[in-house]
Nanobody, 122 residues
Framework: QVQLVESGGGLVQAGGSLRLSCAASGRTFRSYAMGWFRQAPGKEREFVAAIAWSGGITTYADSVKGRFTISRDNAKNTVYLQMSSLKPEDTAVYYC???????????????WGQGTQVTVSS
């Protein structure tokens, strides 16, 4: 069992940066791949980024490639999402998730956090 708590969301102007954190409980964190997803009002949840348990493999949605960076610190049981050059269309609730593989499909993740709101003003 893994419990996930996101933090770091907020209001930022377009072009700005934010770093999201996801703290995990449980001693098995390092065995999980971790993903970030987001959901804007009226839209389906979409994949943002994922990272393998070792940190050696990362995957990004085309819409954030080159602007967002996912990383993890297994000693701190934490995964991060560094977001730069933010756009109004990045506005959404951001969720972290834990699963077996760094896939893009939400259904492949077993555990989810409660989400943190990111709002980008134009």
């Amino acid at each position: 069992q893994v419990q996930l708590v996101e933090s770091g969301g907020g209001l930022v102007q377009a072009g700005g940066s934010l770093r999201l954190s996801c703290a995990a409980s449980g001693r098995t964190f390092r065995s999980y791949a971790m993903g970030w997803f987001r959901q804007a009002p009226g839209k389906e949840r979409e994949f943002v980024a994922a990272i393998a348990w070792s940190g050696g493999i990362t995957t990004y949605a085309d819409s954030v490639k080159g602007r967002f960076t996912i990383s993890r610190d297994n000693a701190k049981n934490t995964v991060y999402l560094q977001m730069s050059s933010l756009k109004p269309e990045d506005t959404a609730v951001y969720y972290c998730a834990a699963g077996s593989f760094p896939y893009t499909g939400a259904s492949t993740y077993n555990y989810w956090g409660q989400g943190t709101q990111v709002t980008v003003s134009s």
